[in-house]
């Protein structure tokens, strides 16, 4: 896998909810490349919870939608919008494992709205929750003006992200 390089970081009033590394209240998600497949490595912390020792359904959310928006930073090198999400809850996630696993990757792309597949899996690799984000993209010239955005690239070398 390789890590993929944040594009904002560093940038003045960058404050994202899902990736950036400095919000204090913020998940801090990065994210990883393999194949066709965007992939984040989380670690669950126990003010994240709903229920005693359950990841709230709406951090779980939090993640998937943001993983998404990740595919398409990377995969279509430009921003967009959710527009829709579907979200499945199969299993419920402890506060108190050690990580769990993200994957997503694009389903399918009609001009420009893109349907991307998420899943979130357990620290055993049982799949948890899955959801189908719809996503508005913008064209690359408005990605560029409004987001700041010029492309999502990866690091050079090969890594084993620690679990």
Same mark, same amino acid.
């Given at each position: 896998?390789?890590?993929? +390089?944040?594009?904002?970081?560093?940038?003045?009033?960058?404050?994202?909810?899902?990736?950036?590394?400095?919000?204090?209240?913020?998940?801090?998600?990065?994210?990883?490349?393999?194949?066709?497949?965007?992939?984040?490595?989380?670690?669950?912390?126990?003010?994240?919870?709903?229920?005693?020792?359950?990841?709230?359904?709406?951090?779980?959310?939090?993640?998937?939608?943001?993983?998404?928006?990740?595919?398409?930073?990377?995969?279509?090198?430009?921003?967009?919008?959710?527009?829709?999400?579907?979200?499945?809850?199969?299993?419920?996630?402890?506060?108190?494992?050690?990580?769990?696993?993200?994957?997503?990757?694009?389903?399918?792309?009609?001009?420009? +709205?893109?349907?991307?597949?998420?899943?979130?899996?357990?620290?055993?690799?049982?799949?948890?929750?899955?959801?189908?984000?719809?996503?508005?993209?913008?064209?690359?010239?408005?990605?560029?003006?409004?987001?700041?955005?010029?492309?999502?690239?990866?690091?050079?070398?090969?890594?084993?992200?620690?679990?």
């Amino acid at each position: 896998m390789k890590k993929i +390089i944040n594009p904002w970081k560093g940038m003045e009033g960058y404050n994202c909810f899902g990736c950036a590394p400095n919000n204090e209240a913020g998940v801090k998600m990065e994210f990883y490349e393999e194949d066709d497949e965007v992939i984040s490595i989380w670690r669950p912390r126990p003010e994240y919870q709903g229920w005693i020792d359950t990841l709230h359904g709406g951090i779980q959310a939090v993640l998937l939608d943001e993983i998404c928006a990740w595919v398409v930073l990377r995969k279509l090198q430009t921003t967009g919008v959710t527009s829709k999400m579907e979200t499945r809850y199969r299993k419920s996630i402890n506060t108190n494992d050690s990580h769990v696993v993200l994957k997503a990757h694009i389903k399918e792309v009609k001009r420009n +709205i893109v349907l991307i597949e998420a899943r979130l899996y357990n620290k055993n690799g049982e799949l948890c929750t899955e959801a189908i984000c719809t996503y508005f993209t913008f064209p690359k010239e408005k990605a560029k003006e409004e987001m700041h955005f010029l492309s999502c690239g990866v690091e050079d070398e090969e890594i084993l992200p620690l679990i």
